[in-house]
């Protein structure tokens, strides 16, 4: 340390290192411990929603191509449940913007996580968005042949 040659300034000095290294640790344990809870609420919301998931079955009725395709939707979107079932449905940019994926809900009731394509009055006739549909009724029927 450097000698000033006053002795009240070289303890003020030393008091204000050990006080911000203080400030600093208890920083660094404040990070520690909100960090690890944050990770933790982090885990049980993830949970929460694996479970309100895994409990949500739905069985669909889906014209497509002029073929009637029977599916059971778990924890999916209708899209990706057709596609991982090996159908070949239209899609492309799978984040609700381009209505590529458009279908016409006959029965039943969706969730859509998100619209950017699709006005009110399309919502209202029925219109959905395969790619952000989750089924919230037991039964649901569309066609993606209107
Ligand atoms: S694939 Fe583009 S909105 Fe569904």
Not at 55 to 62: F, L, R, V
Not at 139 to 145: F, I
Request: glycine residues 6%.
């Amino acid at each position: 340390m450097e000698d000033t040659g006053h002795p009240s300034f070289s303890k003020t000095i030393v008091f204000f290192r050990q006080f911000f290294n203080l400030l600093i640790s208890q920083w660094f344990l404040f990070i520690k411990v909100v960090g690890k809870e944050s990770i933790l609420i982090f885990a049980a919301s993830k949970q929460i929603v694996e479970i309100n998931m895994s409990e949500t079955s739905s069985k669909a009725s889906i014209k497509l191509d002029g073929e009637q395709v029977e599916i059971e939707i778990k924890d999916q979107t209708i899209l990706q449940t057709l596609i991982d079932e090996g159908y070949d449905p239209p899609f492309s940019c799978t984040s609700g913007v381009c209505t590529t994926c458009m279908a016409k809900l006959t029965k039943g009731k969706v969730d859509m996580e998100v619209n950017y394509g699709l006005d009110e009055d399309e919502v209202a006739e029925g219109y959905i968005l395969t790619c952000q549909s989750h089924p919230t009724t037991e039964e649901v029927e569309l066609s993606y042949d209107v």
